[in-house]
């Protein structure tokens, strides 16, 4: 049953249909206070980059 703890899981669950955005929040930050990496996307800052309107950002922990 351990070697199941550490395998890496679809993130297809949370796309779409079943999962609302509070869900998707409190699986962010359940995986922050587990330490891992957890971005977010959000509007490309650098309008000049017209290729890429979103960029994905690493959330920091902040004692959570």
Avoid: Y
Avoid at 18 to 47: C, D, W, Y
Avoid at 50 to 61: E, I, Q
């Amino acid at each position: 049953m351990s070697e199941n703890l550490h395998k890496r899981r679809s993130s297809m669950r949370t796309r779409g249909i079943g999962v609302g955005a509070a869900e998707k929040q409190m699986f962010k930050h359940n995986a922050l206070k587990k330490g891992k990496p957890v971005f977010e996307t959000i509007r490309n800052p650098k309008s000049s980059e017209t290729n890429k309107p979103f960029v994905r950002k690493l959330m920091k922990r902040k004692d959570i």
